[in-house]
C-alpha cells in the first residue's frame, strides 16, 4: 500500500515586476539560462528539528539542490557551480547583491528560507531577475516534513512556469515495468518512482506477467494488464491507496487499455477471428462498447485530450500506419505517409501532436507528427526503442530503449530514456532495474 499525507497552503507575495527574462523552449536551446540557485537558508533551531525527523543534516540545501537538479535536466537552465557564490544564502533572501550575482554571470536567481513551524515545514522562495535587478516571483506554503523532495519539485514547477510561460513537469512520477533476468526469463513487476528517479516502490511482486501500465490523466489511478493463469486480465490500481480491483477479463486482448481525458472510460483493443477492433468500457456501468468494425488489425488507440477523438494503429492500407477517427468510430482517416512501419501513437496532452514509434530499414525511431500528418519530425533512432509518453505540459517524451545481444543472448538491457521535443536533451534516466513501458503521470500538485 502507498499511501502520502499531501497537505499544502499556499501563500502568495505580490508579483512587483514581469522581468526581463525568457526563455524560448519551442527550439533546441543549445545555451541555456545561467542561473543561480542559493541553497534554502535556515535557522539552527528548525535545522535540528528537521534533521531529526528527516535525518537530513540540511534539508534548505536538500531542496535547492533537488531544484537545482530539476531545472538542469530540462536542458533550458545552466545551475551556476555554488563555490562561485558571493554572497550568504539567508543575506541573498533579504535583499540580493545583484552586482554580485551579475560578476559571476547569472541572468536569474533563486532564493529562500526554511522554517520548523507547529510541526510543519514552511518554506519561502523568491525567484529574481538579475539583470533588471528585481524580483520576478515570491511564494509560501506549509505541508509536512516529509513532503520535502515535493516541494522542491513545486518550487521547480514554478520557477519553470515563470521563466518560461509553460507549466512545468517536475511534480510527477513515471509508471513503469521493471525488469530482471535474462532476456527470455524476465522477471517483471510494476514499479513507480519521481519522475527524477527518487522513491522508487515496487507495486507487484513479479509473480505475474505485467504489461503496459498507463495513468489516468485526471487522478492517480493507473490501469495495466497482467496475465492471471495464462489469461489476460485488466486491473485498475489507486496508487494513493494501494486499492486494486479487476476490470475484468479478456480473452484476446492485444494491448492494455488507456483512459479516456476525463478518467471515466477506458479502450482498448480485442483479437479475434484473425481481426482485432477497438472497444471502450465505461467504469461506472462497466458497459463495454465497440467502436470499430473492420477486417484488419486495430490496436493502440489513444484519445484526444477532449476525448473527441481517437488515434490508432491499423494495417488497413496492407501495412501498419496511424490513423485517426471520431470517438464513435466514424470518419476514420489515415494521416501517416511516410517510409517504414508506425506504432504506439499517442496524443500530446497539449493536442497539438501525436508522438509515435517508426520501424524503418532496420532501427527504430521516435517521432512526432501533427494531428492531421503533417510535420513529421523524427526524434531519436536506435537498434530498438518504442512505447513513447508525454510530460504533462507536452515538451517532453519518455520512451524505453532495449540493446542489441550477441550470438549468446547476452548483453540485453531495456532503459528508460526521455528526449524533447526539439530533439535535444536525450538523456537516461536511471532506474533501480532494466525498465519498459514507461506511463508520465498529470501534475500532482494539480
Known amino acids: 500500500m502507498i499511501k502520502k499525507c499531501i497537505i499544502f497552503i499556499f501563500v502568495f507575495f505580490p508579483i512587483k515586476t514581469f522581468g526581463l527574462i525568457e526563455v524560448d523552449i ?48 530540462s536542458g533550458l537552465f545552466n545551475p551556476l557551480d555554488k563555490k562561485a557564490f558571493l554572497q550568504a544564502p539567508d543575506i541573498a533572501n533579504l535583499k540580493p547583491r545583484f552586482e554580485d550575482w551579475n560578476l559571476i554571470k547569472a541572468q536569474a536567481l533563486i532564493t529562500g528560507k526554511v522554517n520548523f513551524i507547529n510541526d510543519k515545514l514552511r518554506v519561502e522562495f523568491r525567484l ?35 521563466l518560461t510561460g509553460e507549466k512545468g513537469y517536475f511534480d510527477t512520477r513515471i509508471i513503469y515495468v521493471a525488469e530482471e533476468g535474462p532476456k527470455t526469463q524476465r522477471i517483471k513487476k510494476l514499479a513507480i518512482m519521481d519522475q527524477d528517479g527518487a522513491n522508487n516502490k515496487f507495486l507487484t511482486l513479479g509473480n505475474e506477467l505485467v504489461l503496459t501500465p ?7 489511478m493507473v490501469t495495466y494488464l497482467s496475465y492471471f493463469k495464462n489469461m489476460p486480465r485488466v486491473y485498475l490500481l489507486d496508487i494513493e491507496t494501494g486499492t486494486q480491483e ?12 488507456r483512459f479516456s481525458p476525463d478518467g471515466k472510460k477506458i479502450i482498448m483493443s480485442f483479437a479475434k477471428d484473425g481481426k482485432s477492433d477497438i472497444y471502450t468500457m ?40 496511424i490513423y485517426v477517427m471520431k470517438n464513435d468510430g466514424s470518419d476514420v482517416k489515415r494521416i501517416s505517409f511516410g517510409n517504414g512501419l508506425y506504432g504506439t501513437p499517442v496524443w500530446s496532452p497539449r493536442g497539438d501532436l501525436i508522438a ?23 526524434l531519436t533512432e536506435n537498434y530498438y526503442q518504442e512505447a513513447p509518453s508525454w510530460s504533462p505540459n507536452g515538451r517532453v517524451l519518455i520512451f524505453y530503449r532495449e540493446t542489441k545481444t550477441n550470438s549468446k543472448g547476452e548483453g540485453f538491457s531495456a532503459k528508460l530514456w526521455s528526449i524533447d521535443l526539439t530533439g535535444y536533451n536525450e538523456r537516461l534516466i536511471k532506474t533501480e532495474t532494466d525498465a519498459s513501458d514507461p506511463s508520465w503521470s498529470s501534475l500532482l500538485s494539480n
Request: charge should be neutral.
Open 26 to 73: 519551442t527550439r533546441g536551446n543549445l545555451n541555456p539560462l545561467p542561473l543561480a540557485v542559493s541553497p534554502l537558508s535556515i535557522d539552527e533551531t528548525s535545522r535540528k528539528n528537521f534533521e531529526q525527523i528527516l535525518d537530513k543534516e540540511n534539508i534548505g540545501s536538500e531542496i535547492s539542490l533537488i531544484v537545482e537538479n530539476n531545472l538542469r535536466t
Open 128 to 162: 529574481w531577475d538579475v539583470l533588471a535587478a528585481k524580483e520576478m516571483m515570491a511564494l509560501a506554503f506549509t505541508t509536512v516534513p516529509t513532503n520535502w523532495r515535493r516541494v522542491g519539485h513545486i518550487i521547480s514547477d514554478k520557477v519553470y512556469e515563470r
Open 214 to 220: 498507463r495513468f489516468n490523466p485526471a487522478s492517480q
Open 246 to 257: 479487476v476490470v475484468g477479463d479478456f480473452p484476446g486482448m492485444t494491448f492494455a487499455p
Open 282 to 321: 465505461n467504469l461506472e456501468t462497466r458497459l463495454v462498447e465497440r467502436i470499430t468494425n473492420h477486417p484488419s488489425i486495430d490496436t493502440s488507440p489513444s484519445y484526444s485530450p477532449d476525448g473527441k477523438y481517437i488515434t490508432f494503429n491499423s494495417d488497413r492500407s496492407g501495412y501498419q500506419q
Open 356 to 378: 509515435f514509434t517508426k520501424l524503418h530499414k532496420g532501427k527504430f525511431y521516435i517521432g512526432v507528427m501533427r494531428t492531421d500528418g503533417s510535420g513529421e519530425r523524427l
